[in-house]
């Protein structure tokens, strides 16, 4: 059994959000999303992929299709397979989100 400490997935990087992968299989994976502010997952679209969002830290800016909200700790919206769908912090704290993409690209 893998078990693992979410404190030590949540890596950040100062030229780019940081994806720190936490689980992965051939049918989904699991990651960490670290945004320092200003910083984004700019909008694309994933054909035959399902993604959620789970806000842990912070605040963003979640777009999904053509609605667009604040999602706060606690919070958390999902992307379906052709929709698409982006994240920006735009605050001066930073952001963490668990992410969630099925099925595995």
Known sequence: M???????????????????NIF???????DVYCFEPGQEQKGHVHGDQDKVYLVL???????VGSEERVLGPGE???APAGEAHGVLNHTNTR???LVFVAPNP
């Open 2 to 20: 893998k078990v693992i400490k979410l404190s030590e997935y949540q890596q950040f990087a100062s030229d780019k959000m940081k994806k720190n």
């Open 24 to 30: 992965e299989t051939p049918r989904f994976f699991c």
């Open 57 to 63: 830290e912070g605040q963003g800016q979640f777009k």
């Open 76 to 78: 958390g919206t999902m």
């Open 95 to 97: 952001l963490k989100v």
